[in-house]
């Protein structure tokens, strides 16, 4: 059973860093897609950051540049990071991992990133 878990969130000053990690376990087959997604309160879930079995990468608009998503692939389990610079006060959210293996999608509970300004 694919399970996913977030870590990493936490409360930081507006233009730190900051790394969320999410272990994927259970996976047989390389997850085709690995992403970032975040909400913020009264907002629509939003895209961050994805990327692809073969390493492509992609970013919204709103951290590109500032954002870089990573993954580190074991035997049965995967690594997903997002590390996080220069941050907003806008960037704060809950920040949820998401995979995709063969058609299948998968979701972590989140992880809470504040930015004070």
């Known amino acids: 059973q694919v399970q996913l878990e977030e870590s990493g969130g936490g409360l930081v000053q507006a233009g730190g860093s900051l790394r969320v990690s999410c272990v994927v376990s259970g996976i047989v087959f390389n997850p085709e897609i690995v992403a970032w997604y975040r909400q913020a309160p009264w907002r629509q879930r939003e895209l961050v950051a994805t990327i692809t079995d073969i390493g492509h990468t992609n970013y919204s608009d709103s951290v590109k540049g500032r954002f870089v998503i990573s993954r580190d692939r074991g035997k049965t389990m995967m690594t997903v990071y997002l590390q996080m610079n220069s941050l907003k006060p806008d960037d704060t959210a809950l920040y949820y991992c998401?995979?995709?293996?063969?058609?299948?999608?998968?979701w972590g509970l989140g992880t809470q990133v504040t930015v004070s300004s």
């Open positions: 998401y995979v995709n293996v063969r058609g299948s999608e998968y």
